[in-house]
């Protein structure tokens, strides 16, 4: 599994993308 930086990094993508998600949702 991904650990330091790697795992940092891959939720703070994950959170990015969900937040898009959800604005596009919103607004749409």
Not at 9 to 20: D, I, P, R
Not at 22 to 28: A, L, Q
Request: include cysteine.
């Amino acid at each position: 599994m991904l650990s330091g930086p790697g795992l940092v990094l891959a939720l703070q993508c994950l959170k990015v993308f969900t937040t898009l998600c959800t604005e596009k949702e919103e607004t749409d």
